[in-house]
């Protein structure tokens, strides 16, 4: 019987090793940072980025780089992003960007880029309306974007989004540039090495059977 109970006891043991030695990683935790896509100086060209450096998440360092594309010529000054188009940098009806993310540089673990959050808007007025996405589509809307404010948050993390121009009234137009975009990063927890679970395993492995002998003796 008590070699019956420590078999079992071994096994038991071995089980939940393996099991902590399987284990995924695991989100430990997240930062939202809010990137200024303004330039001191007029910049113009089909795809145009912007680098927040030295950002840190749980010990976890690392740069992000939005990169902007457009239905037109992408523009930016110290007003924000627009498109070439009826209005120069500016949003106009039917007009929009595309927002993308990129993380390098990464020191001291592993980070994820879990969406962006929400946007920033410049000369947003009364007669202005719009749309956050994931697709040009629409569907589904992450953020309407009506007057009487200009940040709005999504509605759900998205790791690309479209800001686009639209009114909804034939003869009117939309005019707003982008100014900000604020983004999730989140940690990813370390998890045991294959060599050091293998390695974990194997001692358990040999104190069960020393005492199993020594019992036997």
């Known amino acids: 019987m008590v070699q019956l109970a420590a078999r079992r006891l071994t096994w038991g043991a071995l089980a939940l090793a393996s099991l902590c030695c399987l284990s995924v990683p695991a989100n430990a935790g997240f930062i939202r940072t809010t990137m200024d896509l303004r330039s001191t100086r007029p910049l113009e060209g089909t795809s145009l980025s912007f680098t927040e450096v030295g950002l840190t998440v749980d010990g976890v360092t690392f740069d992000a780089t939005v990169s902007v594309t457009g239905s037109a010529k992408v523009r930016s000054n110290n007003n924000g992003l627009g498109v070439e188009g009826g209005t120069p940098t500016l949003i106009g009806a039917g007009e929009w960007l595309k927002l993308t993310m990129n993380i390098t540089n990464v020191t001291g673990g592993a980070v994820l880029f879990d969406g962006f959050a929400g946007v920033g808007l410049e000369n947003f007025e009364n007669n202005d ?16 974007l009506v007057p009487r404010a200009d940040t709005f948050g999504l509605s759900s993390l998205s790791t690309t989004i479209f800001v686009v121009g639209h009114h909804p009234v034939s003869t009117g137009t939309s005019s707003f540039r982008l100014k900000t975009v604020s983004a999730q990063f989140s940690s990813v927890a370390a998890v045991p090495e294959p060599a050091t679970g293998t390695l974990f395993l194997s001692g358990l492995v040999f104190a069960a059977g020393y005492r199993n002998r020594r019992r036997q003796n």
Do not use: D
């Open 129 to 144: 309306r719009g749309f956050v996405s994931s697709n040009l589509s629409g569907s589904p809307v992450l953020a309407a």
